[in-house]
């Protein structure tokens, strides 16, 4: 237990202090893979460490279209080995090619990120629709 508790505690403390070493463009997860895959299977989940690490990012992704549907960190963000802090669009396209195809045509220098704020999952309010 108590071997369980200071791995965690050294997890996230190099979860905290790694983007500050290497600056916020740091394109890689900031705790290498190797300190990850050394836990037990239940805690190199995100979760485990993000509920503490980044609350909020965890509620709002917890509250969101995306945990209903079952859609994990992963999915978006890549592997380890293969991390993006923020994910190409092609992770967006893969499930909704309809609206990245159709934001493309639209407005092609624009992302998703645009209107749809990280882990919000929100859809945004254009208006009422009018007739032509």
């Given amino acids: 237990m108590r071997g369980k508790v200071l791995g965690i505690i050294v997890l996230c403390s190099m979860m905290f202090y790694a983007p500050i070493a290497f600056g916020n463009s740091f394109d890689k997860h900031p705790?290498?893979?190797?300190?990850?895959?050394?836990?037990?299977?239940?805690?190199?989940q995100c979760a485990a460490c993000h509920k503490d690490v980044t609350p909020e990012v965890y509620k709002s992704w917890a509250r969101s279209k995306h945990a209903i549907a079952n859609v994990k960190c992963y999915q978006c963000h890549g592997s380890f080995e293969n991390?993006?802090?923020?994910?190409?669009?092609?992770?967006?396209?893969?499930?909704?090619?309809?609206?990245?195809?159709?934001?493309?045509?639209?407005?092609?220098?624009?992302?998703?990120w645009d209107c749809h704020p990280a882990h919000m999952f929100r859809f945004h309010d254009l208006g009422p629709k009018t007739e032509k």
């Avoid at 705790?31 to 836990?39: G, H, K, N, R, Y």
């Avoid at 159709?102 to 220098?109: D, I, N, V, Y």
């Fill in 83 to 112: 991390f993006y802090k923020v994910p190409p669009i092609s992770k967006c396209e893969s499930c909704h090619y309809q609206e990245v195809k159709t934001m493309k045509l639209r407005a092609p220098k624009m992302s998703c």
């Fill in 31 to 44: 705790v290498p893979p190797e300190a990850i895959q050394s836990l037990k299977p239940q805690y190199q």
